[in-house]
């Protein structure tokens, strides 16, 4: 037993050897919809406190209600943790002068950290008149915010091709975006394209992967489908006939995940940023695998 488990070791430090203390992660959440949910969203921020991530980040509704939850979460979690915690903050069913006063609100309350985002809508002929850009431009006027937006190595479901999301994000940090995070992809070629893509426009940010282990086939399925995500066909063959048996798939996801990390760690990515879904033992076995 014990020259096994030496063997095992082994394998798994030498694995690792090349991430340990190079790498970096970060971690989103939702807000909690009842108390049942809100437990086990802080057993996921208690878990994954332990591997020190560089910043947490909470989700944004449109309504009031999410809204409020979001600055209560924020402001919680980072009492409670010490770790930055990052707000996310939408356009969508507000005003430029009440985004004023929210990032006013934030700023004053030592919120400092803001993932800038256009926001999306269930109506389906909704007509946005602020985006992102205009919410880091926004921002920027009121303080020195710390700032995260998205962009889409496979591009936005409205963007018209890959020219148009390089140009949108380049406007985005030249107007004072630190950072960009990427919608969750499979296709690690797509992501190294687009990051050479943003170096030779000279978007000087760091380009943060997205990754989010796949929990529920079926449910991954219905998150691609909204947002343009491409499942490579070697996915659905892994998948096939496990809809009934989530242990078996959580365990493919977490391969899967520790994969993409390996891969994209050494073509020089040291940041990572993991979609939860408010679960912490998939993500916190990755991590603690890789050395996170």
Known sequence: MNVFFEYHRDIINQKIENLRNTVKCSFEF???????????????????SKLKPNFFSITYGANSGEREKTYNFVKKIHKTTGILTSAHLTCVDSTPVELKKIAKHYWDNNITSIVALRGDTLEKHYKHKMYALDLVILLKKIANFDISVATYPELHPESQNMTCEIINLKKKVDAGANRAITQFFFNIHNYLYFRDNCIKNKINVEIIPGILPVLNFKQLKKFAAMTNVHIPKWMFELFNGLDNDIMTEKIIGASIAIDMVKKLSSEGVKNFHFYTLNESDITYSICHLLGL
């Open 30 to 48: 939702f807000p909690p919809k009842n108390v049942i949910a809100e437990e086990k969203l802080w057993c996921s921020v208690k878990k994954l």
